[in-house]
RNA sequence: GGGGUCGUAGUUAAGUCGGUUAUAACGCCGGCCUGUCACGCCGGAGGCCGUGGGUUCGAGUCCCAUCGACCCCGCCA
């Protein structure tokens, strides 16, 4: 039509004409969402990331906008010029918050026209993950992921406005850096100037941020993208963003109150919701025994009890011999568990399999007894010490494993949780944090054959248990704790090491050589004797942190553009090859 | 590295025991329609059944391989 587009502004988002404005003439722009032809007037819901409103294009008023609009289709952009007027009565939709109005369009140009888009974008079919990240810039015009990433923007403004407010300097550190071992895979980038060696991009910010204490600037952040090249899972992503955080002359005490006050402050500003603090606290032993995993889901009972002392001489052979030879019985209650079939007991026990458990034992609580595979090897005393240890009473469901400590803390702790979901026993909208305390500093790596930090080589013991590093490194703790919510690890932070003794001590119980540590870490260690304050901090997920506020299904939906689970980015098609030129320029050959 | 679910029209799905022309809904295209809002009504187009091989007189369907998406184990200080 005209071009008034070129002299006019826009005047306001689709999403955000209401009432006040009725008499008001406004200019919109925006995406076609659905246009609805009546022949003699045409509708046409248009859409940005504010919301949709209804703008009306009726020959009487403008019969050359009403002619134009029949040539619109969906996701067609357009300018709108018209006048905000109340609906009839009786016409209004409850269902958009514009719904109490309407814009009566004079005036229209129609900026782009759209290709029918490969999906509707209304959000009412599920589309497949694979088109929807090829088309990832269409699937983010759904209202659904622009909430959620007008959500991340949020969290994130509101954790620089806390964070500033109490006293923290944002700092920026350097993505091309070291290779450092311990940890997870790292992503290598080949240096041109340095022909055949590598920067590592960074698993986290974690020395720079200690050496920013060194350095004297007391209270850092960072919201930082950090890199690990391990394999995906539906809360994983290989580049992800953590709220990076780093205090000195402080305690464990400190961090966790300043930091509860960040996440209530976070839920606060961006949820409306008042979170209970403090958040309650558990020890990493005690996790492991009533939950099965040191991020136990709080959201609903069904805690682990275990039964070995019960069971170790009981006539059930497989029992008796699983306690002789070290391992254990465990069992979880479903309270008024009549509603598990038959089948459901056999799906579960595939289901801990997947966890190394050899077998799942069930028995229901009867008036007489049980009604169990295994009721007939057990004594009446066994069962009347089982029932009472577990609380059970008629009605309810006992699943059993017995098997090594690891394998049965891994099958009923993953059970409990399948089960919650199962069963329905999580309350829609429940937020159940707690912070881990009182880890190992230590754990052994079957894999490797030594011991591993449990959190990173950085985090200080506690100090009276040292000398057990020599003798007994298992059971030295760590001045860590981590933030739990709703069985996801958020957060996880300590104390670090500010003495060049004990990280020496420390490098050398990990099994690393003299050579290894200086041409490592040999950076760190000259630093720590330059008058090293205590210091402490903490790394939150940003992007698990607002899945979980979003109530997100996969962490794809709070990330822009994210990757499939082999790494790769559908959209751009990355990664891909590179030329000769390229790679000869670098000095690299690919061998395979 | 391993286990599992899935792949049929643009999208989401159905497709029986291997058998004639592969269905439906939404979307799309055309027509009609002045109060719809997932508008309605009439008509129409649209398919390398992921790909390659095999079995068979005959394969969307059975077998093998392969590619891709997702979930999980391992891995993720």
Redesign the pocket.
């Known amino acids: 039509m005209s071009d008034f587009i070129t002299i006019k502004k826009r005047t306001h988002y689709c999403g955000d004409v209401n009432g006040a404005h009725i008499g008001e003439e406004v200019v919109l722009m925006g995406w076609t969402h659905?246009?609805?032809?009546?022949?003699?007037?045409v509708?046409v819901?248009l859409r940005d990331r504010e919301g949709i409103v209804?703008v009306?294009f009726?020959?009487?008023i403008s019969a050359s906008c009403h002619e134009e609009a029949q040539r619109i289709?969906?996701e067609y952009v357009l300018a709108v010029k018209g006048l905000v007027r109340r609906?009839?009565a009786?016409?209004?939709?409850p269902?958009?918050k514009t719904?109490e109005i309407?814009v009566?369009a004079h005036d229209l140009e129609i900026l782009n026209e759209a290709k029918?888009?490969?999906?509707?974008l209304?959000g009412?079919?599920?589309?497949?993950?694979?088109?929807r990240?090829k088309y990832r810039y269409l699937d983010l015009r759904r209202p659904e992921l622009q909430k959620n990433l007008i959500l991340r923007s949020r969290v994130a403004a509101a954790t620089r406005d806390y964070l500033q407010r109490a006293g923290f300097i944002e700092v920026e550190t350097p993505f091309l850096t070291k290779s450092?071992p311990?940890?997870?895979?790292d992503y290598l980038v080949p240096s041109r100037v340095n022909q055949g060696q590598f920067y590592a991009l960074?698993?986290?910010p974690?020395i720079f941020k200690q050496l920013l204490m060194i350095s004297g600037f007391d209270r850092y952040f960072q919201i930082v993208k950090?890199f690990?090249d391990?394999?995906?899972?539906?809360?994983?992503q290989p580049e992800f963003t953590q709220i990076d955080v780093e205090m000195s002359f402080i305690t464990e005490e400190d961090i966790i109150r300043i930091m509860e006050g960040m996440i209530a402050h976070i839920f606060k500003t961006c949820l409306g919701r008042e979170l209970p603090l403090p958040f309650p606290r558990i020890s990493y032993r005690e996790a492991m025994d009533r939950f099965g995993k040191d991020n136990p889901d709080l959201r609903f009972g069904l805690e682990i009890r275990e039964l070995t002392d019960i069971l170790q001489g009981s006539g059930f052979k497989l029992f008796a011999e699983i306690a002789a030879g070290g391992g254990v019985i465990s069992a979880i209650r479903v309270a008024d568990g009549k509603g598990l079939s038959r089948k459901d007991l056999d799906d579960f026990k595939d289901y801990v399999a997947?966890?190394?458990a050899g077998g799942l034992a069930w028995a229901r609580v009867v008036p007489d007894g049980w009604t169990s595979p295994i009721y007939k090897f057990l004594t009446p005393g066994e069962v009347g010490a089982i029932n009472e240890r577990m609380e059970a009473r008629e009605g309810d469901v006992l699943l059993f494993v017995a098997d090594s400590p690891n394998v049965v803390r891994?099958a009923l702790g993953?059970l409990r949780s399948h089960l919650a979901k199962k069963l329905g026993l999580i309350a829609p909208g429940a937020m159940a944090f707690t912070w881990v305390t009182d880890f190992p500093l230590f754990?052994y790596?079957?894999?490797e054959k030594r011991f591993?930090?449990?959190?990173?080589?950085?985090?200080s013991p506690v100090l009276e248990e040292l000398p057990l590093i020599e003798t007994d490194p298992g059971k030295v703790h760590a001045r860590a704790y981590d933030l739990v919510l709703n069985g996801s690890e958020i957060g996880g932070g300590s104390i670090r090491i500010h003495r060049k003794d004990v990280q020496t001590q420390i490098f050398k119980a990990l099994g690393m050589g003299d050579e290894e540590v200086s041409s490592k870490f040999g950076f760190l260690l000259d630093a720590l004797e330059y008058g090293t304050p205590p210091h402490g901090g903490i790394a939150f997920g940003l992007d698990r942190l607002v899945m979980l506020m979003a109530g997100a299904?996969?962490?794809?939906d709070v990330i822009a553009f994210?990757?499939?689970?082999?790494a790769?980015c559908?959209l751009t098609d990355a990664p891909s090859p590179v030329s000769v030129e390229q790679l000869m320029e670098l000095s690299l050959k690919i061998v395979t």
């Open positions: 659905r246009r609805r032809d009546h022949g003699g007037v509708f819901d209804q009306v009726n020959p009487e289709r969906s609906r009839p009786g016409m209004e939709n269902d958009l719904g309407e009566l029918t888009p490969p999906f509707v209304d009412t079919a599920e589309i497949s993950e694979n088109v990240l450092t311990e940890g997870a895979r960074p698993q986290s974690q950090c690990r391990e394999d995906l899972r539906a809360d994983r997947q966890y190394g891994d993953n754990e790596s079957e894999t591993v930090s449990t959190h990173h080589p950085f985090t299904e996969s962490i794809r994210p990757k499939t689970q082999k790769t559908v």
